[in-house]
């Protein structure tokens, strides 16, 4: 099912055509004698004003009709205004304008199989009526269950939070999070002539019964990944002070170099101010 224009006239231009048929529908009834030509024309005249009445519809702007005539869809009027169209249609309004779906807190595993507790507003709105209207029923509440549906895959498929680089996470990456939530849910709705315009995580937290311990456990994973760093840059500092020194001519036996290197990494890494030891020499 696809939407295609249907029929249109200028309901004003319609009201002024029929008006003159009555004219001449009342011209004819005053004409003593009838010929058989004007009493066909004058039953054509009163069909004609009993029938094209019902085919002037009023369109509001972001608003679509969709019409249907002995249960065949003719067409869609998108043109904000006055019309005639084709009569005895049963024409249906579908809305145009962008609207907001605030999914309710859902609680879903993540991928390492943490409960947790995520949210997302979507933006849509229709650009096909006919799909709307006629391949799924009540698209409004369609959208709501894919939403949904959607949230929990994308979800079920990161972890909350990673620390290692190169992948992603509900946390730490949520705008490619929000543009898969957009691309997933856009396959799903493409059945109902809807078009996603963004998909945005409004709430995301551990659930109640796990907060307090994967808040430690984040913490200690913090605490791990910031220390591998620190190792890193410290090892990658002594190295190039090590290439310096010998790069000015300054030899350093092996003893030498392990203790410079150990002092350097002690207050590199260490967590408080390095205290220096003065070596003011032995007595014998």
Do not use: C
């Not at 859902?106 to 229709?126: H, T, Y």
Request: hydrophobic content about 50%; proline content about 3%.
């Amino acid at each position: 099912m696809q939407e295609r224009p249907a029929w249109t006239m200028n309901g004003f231009v319609a009201i002024t055509v029929l008006l003159a048929f009555a004219g001449v529908n009342v011209y004819l009834l005053t004409l003593t004698k009838f010929t058989p030509m004007a009493v066909i024309f004058l039953i054509f005249l009163v069909i004609a004003g009993v029938i094209l009445p019902s085919g002037f519809t009023v369109v509001q702007p972001n608003q679509a009709k969709v019409l249907t005539l002995f249960g065949r869809y003719v067409g869609t009027v998108r043109d904000s205004g006055f019309f005639l169209t084709v009569p005895l249609t049963d024409k249906k309004t579908v809305s145009l304008k962008v609207r907001n779906f605030n999914s309710a807190k859902l609680k879903v595993n993540d991928a390492e199989g943490s409960p947790i507790e995520i949210a997302a507003v979507i933006v849509f709105r229709v650009v096909d009526s006919a799909k709307a209207h006629f391949e799924v029923d009540q698209y409004e509440t369609f959208v709501e269950i894919q939403s949904e549906t959607a949230l929990r895959h994308v979800a079920s498929r990161y972890p909350y939070d990673n620390f290692t680089e190169g992948s992603y996470s509900l946390r730490g990456h949520t705008e490619e999070i929000s543009l898969e939530l957009k691309r997933d849910l856009q396959e799903r709705l493409s059945v109902a002539g809807v078009e996603v315009m963004e998909a945005r995580l409004t709430h995301l937290a551990y659930a109640t019964e796990i907060a307090s311990a994967m808040l430690q456990r984040q913490q200690a994973s913090a605490i791990v990944f910031a220390r591998q760093k620190i190792v890193e840059g410290a090892v990658s500092m002594v190295q190039a002070a090590l290439e310096q020194i010998e790069a000015q001519g300054l030899v350093l036996d092996e003893e030498r170099r392990a203790m410079m290197v150990n002092n350097l990494l002690v207050a590199i890494v260490s967590d408080h101010a390095a205290q220096p030891v003065i070596n003011a020499g032995s007595l014998y």
